[in-house]
């Protein structure tokens, strides 16, 4: 029986409710809209966000990756559709993989690289908690933040937001 992804479970299925909640809210008519030169499109960062749990799937079936060899560049959602579709098979994958997890697989490390530059190299359960999760609730913030720019109806994620009360 694995027993580390049991824990993981209940916390990618609450989080990933979290942001599908907040990949909603995503006007797709702001898409091209970025709150700084520097920022990442609308449209962009919300694909980016309903992306990240396929690295989930890549950390769990894979031992390494390395930016030098990356031969696709990201998907951009042309719709909210797209998006939320993208969103939902990046989700279904990872918790498939989660789910069957050996404990000695999730104790194993694998690695982020750039060329011969380790970026990352960790157990794959720190793996899915850095990498995952955090990174995914660190960019959902983002999202946050350019809805509220945008004046559009922020939801809450641990709790009603400022637009639910």
């Keep these: 029986m694995h027993m580390l992804n049991q824990s993981l479970i209940p916390e990618f299925q609450h989080e990933t409710a979290n942001t599908l909640k ?3 809210a995503v006007p797709q008519e702001h898409f091209g809209w970025r709150p700084h030169e520097k920022s990442m499109t609308l ?3 919300a694909s980016h966000v309903a992306q990240i749990p396929g ?4 950390a769990l079936t894979t031992d390494e990756f390395n930016f030098a060899n ?3 560049k990201p998907v951009e959602a042309q719709s ?5 579709q993208l969103f939902e098979q ?3 994958k ?8 050996s404990d000695e697989a999730l104790r194993t490390n694998w690695k982020l690289m750039r060329g011969d ?6 157990p794959r359960i720190a793996v899915l908690r850095t990498l995952v999760m955090n990174h995914m609730i660190h960019h959902r913030g983002q999202l946050s933040v350019y809805l509220r720019l945008l004046h559009i109806p922020v939801p809450g994620m641990y709790g009603p937001s400022a637009d639910e009360q």
């Design 22 to 24: 907040m990949l909603k």
């Design 43 to 45: 449209g962009r960062l």
């Design 55 to 58: 690295y989930m799937t890549m």
């Design 70 to 72: 990356r031969t696709t």
């Design 80 to 84: 909210s559709e797209e998006l939320i």
């Design 90 to 92: 990046s989700k279904s």
């Design 94 to 101: 990872a918790l498939e993989e989660l789910q069957n997890a």
């Design 117 to 122: 530059f380790t970026i990352l190299d960790l």
